[in-house]
């Protein structure tokens, strides 16, 4: 593996043409192949099974062919076996199989596609290019339909009766792409039971495909059949009011569910862990990420449906559980790199040596290798050319350590393949040849020339020419440059004592880290304090006092109640922070800070809340359940109204716990007194995930569930010590009247809406008022400013289970801070020359990492290299050139760009 | 004009579009060698003064990419 160029040859020559699995079949691979074209590392593989030399013991040409001489028929399987401290399963899912199902007509019908297909379809590294056409005559569809939960909420067909959570979304946005894709103008049509977008900012991307024309219904629907005479399909489907409808359209997508794989569940067995009915994790709502079996931890789709911020999360949480226990043991087995001197080349010429690779034949047989090398020799300043096979193999790289050194090189060119693939190999080159890592440019004519030129060798080779004359040119400007380092202080400072805080606070304590944990109230536990049970029954009231204790038994913890943030003052690894405790000041030192400031229950203004004594909120009627209240057991008619203050105009959003809580509410309801009459009024039920069993058990139980349109709210009025609630049954088409006893409001949760405390900490908040991380998939827990953190509902309403991973993820990302005692910066940063700025605010103004501050006391602005991410924007911004971002100034530029053009 | 031939500078930021060039690559897709690429960490490094010098060096049009 380590010899593979990646070129491709091998699947030239393999004559073996087998249903390519990444594309779902819908085009041919070879039996050697690279799983996919972003793959890392980039390398070709054979798939034994169809493999002729496997199979038959007959071909071998891709190992006559391979110019790296990388094919190895006795590269097998091994087992290897480890010692470790804990295990971490994540072993994904696999979209349900539709086939079984003859109503949608999935195996027979081409145009009929599951929604990884359909992915493929739109996707530009696959089987069309992007191109949107139907499968069966690769003409372009103008109507196509989503069919949601195939495979999920189902337990007729199949037995899965949980929800799939990601389908609603991942649907809605099929639909906006394949407008996008579309040529022609196209309608998209989803056929769903109950829309299902309760992430964050799910609800408005919801709204915006309405306005952007998809068409939602709602229905289960029926049958999928054929139409004779042409590749047109026909469904047939019964809408609300019960009426059986048919439409025509020219594709369908069944949005298929999850479902764990049957190795999987071999696997599990294999461990002793235990899974739930439906072969996910059996995990309690306080404990997301640990399984059965101590010391295994387990996290993403295993744990159940989830979305990719969700796994993220969870993975990032499992990482923090993981290591707990071994935290002891960090940095006892590694080893310390010994480097060589770096030598000063301050005084000397330059001296660019260059290199040019022929990539086997990937660059040497499009490009004339010999013709650029003789070439490059004319350019000045260039003291050394050699051609390579492979710049990149082992030898390659120890003799161009010698050839540094004993022609006294001092600035490199390697022509090959591209900088963000092997600039730091080369880089680890130099160092070893005693030269500072940034005395190193790369000419980009694999990739970005021979690759995509192949059909013009002569164009090829001159463009080939440029590039290396380019890239001399920028690379006689190249000076060293530092890498700073930065002391760490190895504390952490949390804000925010609630479920979220104090989990992350105890976390980072556990992995031996001292905390500082700010409360701006009396007590620790936050909204926890007013709720009753979680997800699978467990009581929060204990759990709550569990946690509090285990704060307080904890030395490395300070609390600090009744306390808030005042100022904030320095940068990763290092700040100091001013806390107000009523009224007298305090300062913590610490390294990291997470923000787990919470949010709060909306006060709602409509149906009589706060005017009649029978309404209440979900707190108000836990607080009731909490303590036993007879007006629970007595009342005859109990209403739940749902997405109060949630969903509207001022706040846009799903507020994710309200669905569930109510279920779990009218359960509690139904079981302390049978009798009573339960009523849900709802527009859509998100009882995502495992939680649909709850609203199949609550349905079974007798409670019933009307759905409202927000143009038609339900109307309540004072009826002595009872309400009346009027509302309009869309199965009947009738008006119906309810007079209860107890009528709960499902209300929204609002955000705190810190504009203060975002800003002591530079962090930024969303629209709503929700703390706005880094990248919503890829970095849920972080933010752009470096050393905070977040977790908890300050993030988006979420019920405890999802508050506890995300807390322990944001503590495992603290302790990728926390566990170093020194940051080492990257020396492509920027730097002011004061002498240069006038003290404008031009840069602080555009620099989205806070990097850059003023000086009051020189007048200028200085860069601190800690923050500074190195993207340049403050040196375009400057109307005086004084910033300089190291490795890529304006000097460098320019002459890379009068180079481009002196050929 | 029949067999002109532009001449164009292309930035490109290192995390998106000089990474997509990469991958036309690695697609091996085919598009007309007539782009001079130059990374950049950022496309808001791309000052005026670039895409003048560009013009002003005798560049036929400058693609920014990011």
């Known amino acids: 593996m380590d010899k593979c160029i990646a070129c491709g040859v091998c699947v030239e020559k393999c004559p073996k043409k087998v249903d390519d699995d990444y594309n779902a079949g819908l085009i041919k691979r070879k039996a050697i192949s690279v799983p996919y074209s972003q793959a890392v590392p980039l390398k070709y593989a054979i798939d034994p099974e169809q493999c002729l030399y496997f199979t038959k013991g007959k071909c071998g040409k891709c190992a006559k062919r391979c110019p790296a001489d990388a094919i190895n028929y006795e590269d097998k399987e091994k087992e290897i076996t480890l010692e470790v401290g804990s295990v971490i399963l994540a072993p994904g899912f696999k979209s349900f199989d539709p086939s079984k199902f003859d109503t949608y007509g999935y195996a027979k019908l081409p145009n009929v596609v599951t929604a990884l297909e359909f992915e493929r379809i739109l996707s530009a590294t696959g089987p069309f290019m992007g191109h949107l056409v139907r499968p069966s005559d690769k003409k372009e569809p103008k109507k196509i339909a989503w069919l949601q939960c195939v495979g999920s909420r189902d337990m007729n067909r199949c037995d899965n009766a949980y929800c799939s959570s990601v389908c609603c979304m991942y649907a809605i946005k099929q639909t906006v792409i394949a407008l996008e894709h579309s040529n022609e103008p196209l309608e998209c049509t989803i056929f769903y039971m109950d829309m299902r977008t309760h992430g964050k900012d799910f609800d408005k991307y919801y709204e915006n495909a309405k306005k952007g024309g998809v068409r939602f219904i709602r229905s289960r629907v029926h049958t999928v059949t054929p139409i004779h005479g042409s590749d047109d399909l026909v469904v047939r489907y019964a809408s609300e009011d019960g009426t059986m409808n048919e439409e025509e359209f020219d594709m369908f997508v069944l949005s298929t569910g999850f479902e764990i794989d049957q190795s999987v569940v071999d696997l599990s067995a294999r461990l002793g862990v235990e899974l739930d009915k439906y072969h996910f994790t059996q995990t309690d709502s306080f404990n997301p990420v640990s399984t059965s079996v101590p010391g295994i931890y387990a996290s993403g789709a295993f744990t159940g449906p989830k979305d990719i911020p969700q796994s993220v999360m969870e993975s990032s949480a499992a990482a923090c559980a993981a290591t707990q226990k071994l935290a002891p043991a960090r940095n006892t087995l590694t080893h310390e790199v010994v480097v060589a001197e770096e030598r000063d080349v301050s005084t000397e010429a330059p001296k660019v040596g260059v290199f040019v690779c022929n990539c086997g034949i990937n660059i040497g047989g499009v490009v004339n290798v010999p013709e650029v090398a003789e070439y490059v020799k004319t350019l000045p300043h260039v003291t050394y050319v050699g051609e390579n096979l492979f710049s990149c193999s082992q030898d390659t790289q120890d003799k161009m350590t010698e050839i540094i050194k004993e022609e006294g090189l001092n600035r490199v060119v390697v022509a090959a393949c591209t900088p963000r693939t092997h600039e730091e190999l080369f880089q680890e080159t130099l160092i070893n040849a005693g030269l500072n890592k940034y005395l190193f440019e790369m000419a980009n004519i694999r990739n970005q020339d021979s690759w995509v030129h192949s059909d013009n060798p002569e164009a090829a080779t001159q463009k080939a020419k440029d590039m290396v004359r380019m890239a001399v040119a920028k690379a006689v400007l190249l000076s060293p440059l530092e890498q700073e380092e930065l002391p760490v202080t190895q504390s952490a400072l949390v804000v925010g004592g609630g479920i979220a805080g104090m989990t992350a606070a105890l976390a980072l304590a556990e992995q031996g880290y001292p905390v500082d944990l700010v409360e701006k109230s009396e007590a620790f536990g936050g909204n926890a304090l007013k709720l009753r049970k979680a997800l699978k029954g467990e009581d929060i009231g204990d759990y709550v006092k569990e946690l509090a204790n285990r704060l307080e038994a904890d030395n490395r913890i300070t609390v600090h109640p009744n306390s808030t943030i005042a100022n904030v003052d320095g940068f990763i690894g290092n700040f100091k922070t001013e806390l107000n405790q009523g009224g007298s000041k305090k300062f913590v030192e610490h390294g990291v800070a997470i923000i787990a400031t919470g949010a709060k229950e909306y006060k709602p203004t409509e149906y009589l809340y706060g005017e009649h004594d029978a309404v209440t909120t979900h707190l108000g009627l836990d607080a009731l359940l909490i303590n036993n209240d007879p007006k629970v057991e007595k009342a005859e008619n109990v209403v739940f109204i749902q997405c109060v203050g949630s969903r509207d105009e001022e706040r846009p959003y799903c507020s994710k716990v309200c669905c569930t809580h109510t279920v779990k509410s009218a359960l509690e309801i139904k079981r302390r007194n049978p009798d009573a009459n339960v009523y849900v009024l709802y527009r859509d039920i998100r009882t995502y995930g495992k939680r649909e069993d709850l609203y199949r058990d609550a349905r079974e139980a007798g409670i019933i569930f009307f759905s409202y349109t927000p143009e038609e709210k339900p109307v309540v009025t004072a009826d002595g010590d009872r309400v009346e609630i009027d509302f309009k049954d869309s199965i009947l088409g009738r008006k119906v009247s309810v007079k209860a006893d107890l009528l709960c409001l499902a209300t929204a949760i609002e955000s705190n809406k810190d504009q203060e405390l975002a800003q002591l900490f530079k962090v930024p908040l969303d629209g709503d008022g929700w703390l706005l991380e880094a990248h919503q998939k890829l970095r849920p827990v972080e933010f752009a400013t470096d050393g905070v953190f977040l977790c908890g509902m300050a993030h988006y309403p979420k019920p405890i289970e999802e508050s506890i991973a995300q807390a322990q993820a944001a503590a495992s990302r603290a302790l990728t801070v926390l566990s170093i005692d020194k940051i080492k910066v990257s020396g492509i940063v920027s730097h002011i020359i004061p002498e240069l700025c006038s003290g404008c605010y031009g840069c602080i103004n555009v620099c989205p990492y806070g990097a850059i501050s003023y000086n009051a006391e020189i007048k200028v602005a200085e860069v601190n290299p800690a923050l500074c991410k190195g993207c340049g924007a403050c040196a375009a911004a400057c109307p005086s050139e004084a910033p300089i971002l190291k490795g890529f100034d304006n000097h460098q530029l320019y002459a890379q760009i009068k180079s481009a053009l002196s050929a | ?66």
């Open chain 2, 1 to 66: 004009m029949e067999n002109f031939e532009p001449k164009i500078v292309a930035f490109m930021c290192n995390w998106c579009a000089y990474g997509a060039a990469d991958l036309a690559g690695v697609s091996r897709f085919k598009y007309p060698p007539n782009i001079r690429p130059i990374r950049v960490m950022c496309s808001a490094t791309v000052s005026p003064h670039y895409i003048l010098r560009a013009f002003q060096s005798g560049a036929d049009g400058v693609l920014v990419g990011g």
